[in-house]
């Protein structure tokens, strides 16, 4: 009974851990776990598979059937999901949830917000908030629109199909993210490998570990240079204006947090996004002709796709009552943003993807205190990247049939695969 509940709360730990990876957070293997148990990590094409619809109407909070004692409750409804996540007083993310278990221990915290509770985390982001104005921000357009244009350009020297997960979706986030962090220009084929193979997720929970571990003795040599020479990216300001009220490691883990929360996610939001264009024509022809529809665009396709299929795993404080269900001290509460997304409670027809659909609330960044920082960087670069990708080639076609694109399985950040096409 001991190893089952063990290896049950390994699969914990890898889902706490793994935020994302190129393959996605594949589970299909686990055969310990009833197949209704990776429910929320499953989609149909774009879509959450109906049975998370039909949950949250009838139990928008549920228990996830995981067997040996383990409770794991699983949140779809929208008002729920927001009483959860905006609560840090009754439910932790800190990383020292996860000591003791499988080969965890303090040492291999990664540090950086996902992994904190208020205070720490409170002393954390108000370090990285002012580097994530629009002010400061601001300073990254030139850099953003370069760097898509540099890729379009290479898409444009191809011959045949090009897969836009490889040339588009993937380069993008991950040199924006080195323009950020100030990344010096020689290291950062080094950074993008870094980026795209960012967990074993195959290996177990000591294998996670171990690759966070490459990421951080990484990412520790490059805050060391910012500190001997500061420079003018995100890195480089924090040391310049509070220095020394932060060590190397725990820049290091901030430097972590930016790249887990903010490549991934952001690349495959450029992919799906894509294939939302190429399958809606109306669509395709509004985004390539109209300035002003391209930010309705972004947020109804960020609300429509949350990529983050759901958000770190909340660990109780106390006993708490939520949705009308008794939550035990030490439960693990699982919120499926993608399905709070979906709530009519946001609206009608959400199913749908409608530009000119009135912002609405919704969770793909979050909520609360843990919601992403790095959101308006994220707008920045779908604002930017979806219109020229469209207007630099008005004829781009998927190069197979939709039903054959290759959409991950069982995935914390979903996305596809590969996305062929055609450019002229």
């Known amino acids: 009974?001991?190893?089952?509940?063990?290896?049950?709360?390994?699969?914990?730990?890898?889902?706490?851990?793994?935020?994302?990876?190129k393959k996605g957070f594949d589970l299909s293997n686990m055969a310990l776990l009833p197949d209704s148990a990776l429910m929320p990590l499953r989609r149909d094409g774009l879509d959450p598979i109906p049975e998370l619809a039909q949950l949250r109407e009838t139990a928008p909070v549920s228990k996830l059937p995981i067997p040996f004692g383990v409770n794991v409750w699983l949140v779809t409804g929208y008002e729920e999901a927001k009483t959860v996540l905006a609560d840090a007083k009754r439910y932790s993310n800190d990383f020292a949830n996860l000591v003791g278990e499988h080969g965890a221990s303090a040492s291999h915290s990664p540090g950086g917000l996902g992994f904190a509770d208020p205070p720490e985390h409170t002393r954390l982001r108000k370090l990285l908030t002012p580097e994530f104005t629009m002010r400061r921000l601001s300073r990254l357009t030139p850099g953003i629109t370069a760097i898509i244009d540099q890729q379009l350009d290479r898409i444009a020297a191809a011959d045949g199909p090009v897969d836009l997960v490889e040339h588009f979706a993937l380069p993008i986030p991950s040199l924006v993210i080195c323009e950020l962090l100030g990344v010096p220009y020689?290291?950062?084929?080094?950074?993008?490998?870094?980026?795209?193979?960012?967990?074993?997720?195959f290996g177990g929970a000591t294998a996670s570990l171990g690759a966070i571990s490459?990421?951080?003795?990484?990412?520790t040599e490059v805050v060391k240079k910012q500190r001997a020479e500061p420079g003018d990216g995100l890195l480089g300001m924090i040391i310049k204006e509070h220095g020394d009220q932060v060590s190397d490691q725990e820049l290091a883990g901030l430097a972590d947090g930016v790249l887990t929360g903010g490549f991934e996610t952001t690349a495959s939001m450029l992919a799906l996004g894509a294939v939302v264009l190429l399958q809606d024509p109306d669509t395709f022809k509004l985004v390539h002709d109209d300035d002003t529809a391209v930010h309705g665009f972004v947020e109804e396709v960020l609300r429509h796709l949350t990529v983050v299929q759901v958000a770190f795993p909340r660990f109780a404080r106390a006993d708490v009552e939520v949705g009308g269900e008794q939550i035990n001290k030490g439960d693990v509460v699982i919120v499926s943003l993608a399905g709070a997304d979906r709530d009519p409670a946001l609206g009608e027809h959400l199913n749908t993807v409608d530009p000119h659909r009135a912002p609405t609330s919704h969770l793909a960044f979050g909520y609360g205190v843990h919601r992403c920082i790095g959101a308006e960087l994220a707008r920045m670069e779908l604002r930017a990247a979806y219109p020229a990708l469209v207007r630099r080639f008005p004829k781009l076609r998927l190069a197979t049939q939709s039903e054959d694109l290759n959409y991950r399985k069982v995935s914390i950040v979903y996305g596809v695969e590969t996305l062929p096409v055609l450019v002229g």
């Open 214 to 219: 490459e990421s951080l003795a990484y990412l």
């Open 186 to 201: 020689d290291d950062r084929d080094d950074f993008q490998r870094l980026s795209m193979a960012r967990f074993d997720l």
């Open 1 to 21: 009974m001991v190893s089952m509940r063990s290896r049950i709360m390994a699969w914990a730990t890898r889902w706490y851990l793994a935020r994302q990876s």
